[in-house]
């Protein structure tokens, strides 16, 4: 096991310079001057040239990859280029609201995938099968940023019965920040008001992000479930006469939630990594006091802005 234990570790050093590596060559493939970007088009040439000798973009590419690495080792990750702070305390202003979205979204992938796809393999070929197929389909196949702007249009623009945007209301006050999510800070805290309006915000963009690994959970745990079902000690247990209940919860249903953990587990980190595909429509408009804006996709976007935010994000945009 120690054995086992070191090799992976090894093999998880070399992904991350393999990782680290391939990162560092395709930002430099991209047809864009970071310095450029940094001061404007209104810079001069010598100031493009300062910044990128301060940057040290001046170098050859094999000591600008060791000076990135160097940082990276020291826990340096720079300073962003639209918020002009440093990345890691963006990162702790932001992160918490995406691992709180995250949160709620597996559960609602947990509570409504496990039961469907149960359902699904015991009623095999039957209406709730072919219902829950259609559902599946759907869910892989339906994009999400459509899907936010749906929803938006249904719940907010004609039903009036759930927020568009932002984590709160702008007349409610924040939670005192303990971990920087809102709903668990609202509980530490005993906000009771910032906890039933972060509630309300939060159902949009957790059902939109919940929506295809929902399809694919139901469709994981149906082929799971119907695999147990078919195996020997299952038609043994029906044989002893045991209840059909007890032989599904208890004996088929644990043994098909190994793939479904894997998947969850495999789902929570997708979801957490949607920072680095996250794009900005706001830049600029949040400061460090209202450090409200999470790291999640662009699609997600639709229904979960900043509360500083005065209007809706535009899809797509940067």
Not at 183 to 189: A, M, N, R
Request: net charge positive.
């Amino acid at each position: 096991m120690t054995i086992f234990l070191v090799r992976r570790l090894a093999f998880l050093i070399v992904v991350v310079i393999g990782v680290s590596l391939l990162t560092f060559v395709i930002s430099h493939l991209v047809p864009a001057d970071p310095a450029r970007l940094l001061l404007g088009r209104t810079a001069t040439a010598e100031q493009v040239a300062a910044v990128r000798q301060n940057l040290g973009l001046d170098q050859p590419l094999p000591v600008q990859y060791l000076i990135y690495m160097g940082h990276l080792l020291h826990g340096d990750f720079g300073q962003s280029i639209s918020s002009h702070r440093s990345v890691v305390d963006d990162f702790g202003d932001y992160f918490p609201a995406t691992v709180e979205l995250t949160i709620y979204a597996l559960a609602i992938c947990v509570l409504v995938g496990l039961p469907l796809g149960v359902i699904s393999a015991l009623a095999r070929d039957r209406w709730p099968d072919q219902l829950t197929r259609v559902f599946s389909i759907a869910g892989v196949a339906l994009p999400l940023f459509w899907l936010g702007l749906v929803l938006q249009v249904i719940f907010y623009g004609r039903l009036r019965l759930l927020p568009p945007t932002q984590r709160l209301d702008l007349f409610v006050t924040p939670p005192h920040r303990i971990t920087g999510m809102y709903t668990l800070d609202s509980l530490l805290t005993a906000n009771w008001t910032a906890l039933g309006n972060s509630l309300k915000h939060i159902i949009l963009p957790a059902v939109t992000l919940a929506f295809a690994s929902l399809a694919t959970m139901t469709r994981v745990t149906r082929a799971s479930m119907l695999e147990a079902l078919g195996q020997d000690y299952i038609r043994t247990a029906h044989a002893k006469g045991l209840p059909r209940r007890l032989v599904v919860y208890r004996h088929a249903l644990r043994n098909a939630l190994i793939p479904t953990t894997t998947l969850m587990g495999l789902r929570w980190a997708t979801s957490l990594a949607a920072p680095f595909w996250w794009r900005s429509s706001s830049r600029g408009r949040a400061s460090a006091s209202t450090p409200s804006r999470p790291f999640v996709p662009s699609t997600m976007r639709l229904s979960w802005a900043s509360p500083s935010s005065s209007r809706w994000p535009i899809p797509g945009s940067t």
